[in-house]
């Protein structure tokens, strides 16, 4: 058990993608994370898009039987385009739910990373190659419940639109 701070668990995860597998790893760890569309950006100029996330840790469900989320934030570097789909970039306060990350190779090691929402929302980054950064922001609080969700609706295409 990792200790705590104020009934809060401390400890943080860290973690790099370079490469389908490693990105695989880091969907694993963010699927059912809340994230608030005002907390997503995507900065042309440093080819950068990043975001703030709650994400739930499915460790500590199956480690400790209990229900925690964590503050994450997750970078992703030589994004070359961020295209949406189901998403108003207009309301800020709208909360999404993360269900998958994903890579589409094109003229490897370009392709595109798909993440993927319930309720059929995506974004779609058009990147040079796989660099993706995942990193906990403080300690953990407990939730009452664990996330539950329905399958994600059939992909459209997506549109471009600057987060």
């Avoid at 490469?19 to 059912?32: F, G, R, T, W």
């Avoid at 994004?79 to 890579?103: C, H, M, Q, Y």
Wanted: some cysteine.
């Amino acid at each position: 058990m990792a200790p705590e701070q104020g009934g809060r668990i401390m400890d943080g995860l860290k973690l790099l993608a370079l490469d389908m597998e490693d990105l695989a790893v880091i969907s694993a760890h963010l699927q059912d994370a809340v994230v608030k569309v005002k907390d997503m950006g995507y900065l042309p100029s440093s080819q950068r898009f990043a975001l703030l996330l709650n994400r739930f840790d499915w460790d500590s469900k199956e480690t400790a039987s209990q229900n925690v989320r964590r503050r994450a934030g997750l970078h992703f570097e030589r994004v070359s385009a961020a295209k949406v789909r189901g998403l108003d970039l207009k309301n800020g306060e709208a909360v999404l739910n993360l269900l998958a990350i994903t890579f589409l190779p094109e003229d490897e090691p370009s392709g595109t990373i798909a993440l993927t929402f319930s309720g059929g929302t995506e974004i779609r980054l058009s990147v040079e190659c796989i660099e993706a950064r995942l990193g906990d922001l403080g300690p953990a609080w407990g939730c009452s419940k664990a996330p539950a969700h329905e399958a994600p609706l059939a992909a459209g295409p997506a549109k471009d639109a600057s987060l």
